[in-house]
Nanobody, 114 residues
Framework: QVQLVESGGGLVQAGGTLRLSCVAS????????MGWYRQAPGKQRELVAR???????NYADSVKGRFTISRDNAKNTVYLQMNSLNPDDTAVYYC????????WGQGTQVTVSS
């Protein structure tokens, strides 16, 4: 069983930065492909970025060049560095396993003001 706890969300002005963290319990973390997802009000949850066990990354077009996903397997942690934020990035951000969504965190709110 894996439990995921996100942190780092908040309110930021357009153009600002935030760094999200997701700490996992359980040794299975290092074997999981991990993703950051987000869900804006009235929209479906979408995959923002994912990272393999070895560190290969993939990004949604909407965040490419602005967001960076990374992981530290020794700390059981996955990060999402978000730069050049804009109001369209406002959402609840979740970390979770990919492609099977067996594990989810509780989410952290990111609000970007214009």
């Amino acid at each position: 069983q894996v439990q995921l706890v996100e942190s780092g969300g908040g309110l930021v002005q357009a153009g600002g930065t935030l760094r999200l963290s997701c700490v996992a319990s359980g040794s299975i973390f290092r074997f999981l492909v991990m993703g950051w997802y987000r869900q804006a009000p009235g929209k479906q949850r979408e995959l923002v970025a994912r990272i393999t066990v070895s560190g290969s990354t993939n990004y949604a077009d909407s965040v490419k060049g602005r967001f960076t996903i990374s992981r530290d397997n020794a700390k059981n942690t996955v990060y999402l560095q978000m730069n050049s934020l804009n109001p369209d990035d406002t959402a609840v951000y979740y970390c979770g396993s990919w492609p099977r969504n067996d594990y989810w965190g509780q989410g952290t709110q990111v609000t970007v003001s214009s």
